[in-house]
């Protein structure tokens, strides 16, 4: 079994100090500032085969200060193999974090996927990225689509890619953006 953990909401400057983010290292790192997409990679983990590598998530939201960004870097980015950056509002929503993500794959060799955090492809952060644009726009993919199934194949397609594991995986299942819900009574 995996274990994600994570602290919801973020860092309050007027009432709080230094936040640090205590998380064991883990060959897979996911950072978003979605709790979404937290939750559903907490949902999906039943779906990971037992000897799927550990993952660790954390919510970028916790990360806004320059030290706690640097001690998460040392602690536990400089051990992944594997980080996903998931960004909304572009570069410049944190840019100092993504400046340091980029120097630790730098000095570790790990895979960098940098990925706008809704549906518009975002080509300046996709660039940012250390893998090749079609494997950052498939795992883009995924976790756009969202939903159980679309993470747990794109964890998978991330393993087999980057970790050179032979995990079974489908491709992005388009999931509807409307329907129709009938309730009979």
Known sequence: MHRIPATPGGWNPDTEGVIFIEQNPAP???????????????????????????????????????????????????????????LLGGRSYWSYGLEVCKDTVSQT????????????????????????????????????????????NGFKFIANTCLNTNYSYQLPLEIPRLGIYSCFN
């Open 28 to 86: 897979i790192i996911f950072i978003t500032s979605a709790d979404t997409d937290i939750q559903t990679t907490a949902a999906c983990l039943e779906k990971l085969p037992e000897d799927f590598p550990s993952m660790r998530v954390v919510n970028l939201l916790q990360l806004q200060q320059e030290l706690t960004i640097d001690t998460y870097a040392e602690e536990v980015l400089s051990h992944a193999k594997v980080i996903i950056l998931r």
């Open 109 to 152: 060799n790990a895979s960098l996927f940098i990925l706008p955090g809704d549906d518009r492809p975002d080509a300046e952060l996709f660039s940012q990225s250390n893998m090749s644009i079609s494997q950052v726009n498939l795992l883009w993919r995924y976790l756009t689509e969202g939903g159980v199934e679309n993470f747990a």
